[in-house]
């Protein structure tokens, strides 16, 4: 700023890409569900951590505890990105399952 007498500026610190897990934790049956559902569907579950700036994380903040479930698909958001039919089929599988978890626990 010295090199440039009269100017000025601002810095606003505005919070995004939040940690979705502060929510999750506090609703754990959510995850167990979505673990059990990816059970059913007949795949072994991998946990992995993500950072923010999902739909999930964004969801979860706004009062929706929502974690993010695999979609099928491959090289996100690049030239290259693609899903199969068949990785397609198992989420949507899964999905299917997940609301019978649900049904059952309620």
């Not at 897990?21 to 990816?38: C, G, Y």
């Not at 009062?63 to 290259?80: D, K, Q, V």
């Amino acid at each position: 700023m010295a090199d440039f007498p009269g100017s000025s500026y601002t810095f606003n610190v505005k919070q995004q890409y939040r940690n979705m897990k502060v929510v999750l934790d506090r609703h754990p049956q959510i995850v167990e569900n979505a673990i059990e559902a990816i059970r059913r569907a007949g795949m072994s579950p991998v946990r992995g951590s993500i950072r923010g700036g999902t739909d999930g994380s964004r969801l979860s903040f706004m009062g929706l505890p929502c974690p993010n479930i695999f979609a099928g698909g491959h090289a996100f958001h690049s030239p290259r990105e693609w899903i199969s039919r068949q990785d397609m089929d198992k989420a949507v599988a899964t999905l299917v399952e997940l609301a019978k978890v649900w049904e059952e626990g309620a």
